[in-house]
Structures are given as structure tokens and as C-alpha cells.
């Protein structure tokens, strides 16, 4: 058995467990085919993914202010016009409502992507994990969407930290006006993988767009490798299975 044919079917196994998330760990291959599936909705999106966005809960009006929900993936188009938040379900019961509400509200003109960074901004000043969210704003900044200040990054780069604490309490140096290059994008589109389409997604809300595991199936068919093909075949038992 080669170590791909172990992999998935270890997946195919293990996700009956009781704790077991398949999606968390099968995030990294869908994410590998998102570019030409959107692609065949007629969106070109950038090389640069970001998984588990998070959305600071203080600037979606939640508490505690300074926790947040992750969106599973977010993507932008090369031209800078449209964000994508995509939510990856590997099992149809795991769709929640409020999550629905939450994404929709992130993406209404009253929030949108300038007020998400300002809250990773946030987030950034409070946490002790200071690298892996210097680490996320470097992401957001190869989308093209931010520059980081020169006094952030000498700091970061360095192999201590000291004195970022004090500079990152400084008003001038956090103004989100000062990190923000884009323009303020209005275009965004909420999409959920799915094992098949959701009525209880529908219903929530229609403008969600739905994205199935056959999608998914249809793409990584055309491709002519071991990986592609043994994906097609876990997809087909999985969007069967995926109660």
C-alpha cells in the first residue's frame, strides 16, 4: 500500500471516531483545489490563502471582545475586488446558524475586511503569540491588502522581541488608516464545501453560495496524478457518508 492510499484511508477511518475531525485535517487538500474551483465560477484568486481567518468577536459587537471565530479559509481575487469566506463542512450536521450569521455580519458594509484587520490588529497588540500573528499579517500583506509599518518589522525580525509591547501600545503606530493600501472593498462572497447541497444552508441564507464535494470530484479528475486521483475516490465516500 503506498503512503497515499494509507493517508485517506486512514482519514476514511478515523473520522468515525468520536473526536475526530475530519476537516481539520483534510483542510489542506481542498484548499490545494480552491484556485480552479473558483476559477470555474469565474474568479481568479491569488497563490496567497489564508486558513483559520480569524474574526476578533469585539468587532463583530460579541464578547469576550478579545476571542474570535475562524473562518476556514480566505482568498482574494488577483484584482483586488472580491474576498471570499470559505467554510469547509465534511459532515452536513455540522452546519451551524449562528457561524452563518456571524460570516454574513463579517461581510456587510457596516464591517468587511479593513475592520477585520483592524480587529487582528487588536489581537496582535494582547496575544503572547506575537510571531505566529506577525506571521498572519505577513499573509495578509502579500494579498496586497496591508503594508506593515518599518518600525513593526525591524522588531519582528529581530531574534527578542523587546520593546514591541511598547510599540504596539503607540495610537499612530496601530491606526489601522496607516496599514490599510487597498482599496475599501465591497465585494465579498460567503462559500460553504459541502459533502452536497444544504436546504438548512439555503434557508439560512440563499446568498451563500454552496460548493459540493462533486465539485471538487470534477476538478481533481482532470488531474493526472496519484494524489488527485486517490482524493477522487475518498470524495466519492465521503460526500456519501457525510451524514
Known sequence: MSVVDSIFDRLSQWRYLPDYQLERRADIFFACYLPDILKNRNHIIQETIIPEFPMRKGTLGLTPENL??????????????????????????????????????????DIGIKKLIDGILTLFKETREKRKYYRLLQMIEQ??????????QEIMDRKRLNGIN??????????????????????????????????????????????????????????????????????????????
Open 68 to 109: 474570535s471565530f475562524k473562518i476556514d479559509y480566505l482568498a482574494v481575487t488577483k484584482d483586488l475586488t472580491k474576498v471570499f469566506f470559505i467554510e469547509l463542512k465534511t459532515e452536513m450536521k455540522s452546519i451551524s446558524e449562528n457561524q452563518c450569521i456571524n460570516m454574513v455580519k463579517a461581510a456587510s458594509k
Open 166 to 243: 511598547r510599540l504596539l501600545r503607540n495610537k499612530d503606530v496601530m491606526n489601522i488608516n496607516e496599514w490599510y493600501i487597498a482599496k475599501d472593498l465591497q465585494n465579498y462572497e460567503i462559500c460553504y464545501i459541502l459533502p452536497r447541497n444544504s436546504k438548512k444552508l439555503s434557508a439560512i441564507d440563499p446568498t451563500i453560495k454552496q460548493i459540493t464535494f462533486r465539485d471538487f470530484i470534477e476538478v481533481a479528475s482532470i488531474k493526472n496524478d496519484e494524489f488527485s486521483r486517490r482524493f477522487v475516490l475518498a470524495l466519492e465516500q465521503w460526500a456519501l457518508r457525510g451524514a
Open 143 to 152: 494579498l496586497g491588502l496591508i503594508k506593515i509599518p518599518a518600525s513593526v
